[in-house]
């Protein structure tokens, strides 16, 4: 599974941005996809998922309430809205793939073995 991530750029707080996942050469079915963040001087951190099978979301606490995961079949793309943006935000987003992740395993991105390149998300003050 090829990922392009897609949507980043540089807005003010309190602005909204939505974040494309598109996979190429194979579908998303039955694989779980995740977006993390890597903020400049910082290790890459969990930001949220979505199960293919089910469709359960789950997300870091630093965005619940402002982030949304959802996904298109028909589109093979997951997007990643983002609401009320604060500079804390900043950061490359990825998004990543596996094939039916244990739930314990969810939130890390070793259990992730397809990703994206990454869009730079920039929350100006």
């Known amino acids: 599974v090829q990922l392009q991530a897609s949507g980043g750029g540089l807005v003010q707080a309190g602005d909204s941005l939505r974040l494309s996942c598109a996979a190429s050469?194979?579908?998303?079915?039955?694989?779980?996809v995740g977006w993390f963040r890597q903020a400049p001087g910082k290790e890459r951190e969990f930001v949220t998922a979505?199960?293919?099978?089910?469709?359960?979301?789950y997300y870091a606490d630093s965005v619940k309430g402002r982030f949304t995961i959802s996904r298109d079949y028909a589109k093979n793309t997951v997007y990643l809205q983002m609401n009320s943006l604060k500079p804390e935000d900043t950061a490359v987003y990825y998004c990543?793939?596996?094939?039916?992740?244990?739930?314990?395993?969810?939130?890390?991105?070793?259990?992730?073995?397809?990703w994206g390149q990454g869009t730079l998300v920039t929350v100006s003050s």
């Open positions: 990543a793939a596996a094939y039916a992740i244990e739930s314990r395993s969810l939130y890390s991105d070793y259990a992730y073995n397809y």
């Open positions: 050469g194979h579908t998303f079915s039955g694989h779980d």
């Open positions: 979505i199960r293919w099978r089910g469709g359960r979301t």
